[in-house]
């Protein structure tokens, strides 16, 4: 009995050890990597240079996972469809509602939990949309509901744009457009 203790402990700790030194790998990764975003007293930066087309980046705000996604040609091209198809309007402006323009590019960004009852939907890069697994609700990649049951689009969090960074925490003019337009709601 007790090397069977003395086997679970050891394990357990070559286990804990295996956890630490992965800790240790990650740690030091991030002081080698520049850091997309810089979190101080309730707001975060993104530089919105750091971000590449297509690729799902995964930030924090105020304790809430935000995703940061750069749209691609095809992406916007493929939004102005998606969205005349389920609107019947075809107008830029409605194609990219939901988008926030930072230069010439325009990103994602929102709350990256599911409007239905709030688990992580995960990004399909090939399909260009979220698919959140619990009960099967899908997001384009703008995070508007193309499939039920989500009530509505992913949040988006209050944002200010300044120069080529977005200041998260503070509501900008655009932010504030977007609540008045019903594109989201205050969180
Ligand atoms: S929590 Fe996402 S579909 Fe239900």
Redesign the pocket.
Known sequence: MSDRRQFITGAGLAAFSGLGAIGALYAAKRTWDPLPSVKEGGFTTLNMKDYKENVLAVESWRGKPIFVLKQSKEMLSTENKNMSEITGKTTEAMDKKRLIKVGDDYFLIAIAL?T????I?AYRPEKNNFL?A????VYDDTGMVTKS??PRGLDVPPFKIMGDKVLLGEAGPEYKKMLADGTTLAV
């Not at 239905?116 to 688990?119: D, F, I, P, R, S």
């Open positions: 599911c239905h009852l709030g688990c939907p959140c619990c009960h099967g609700g049951p989500p």
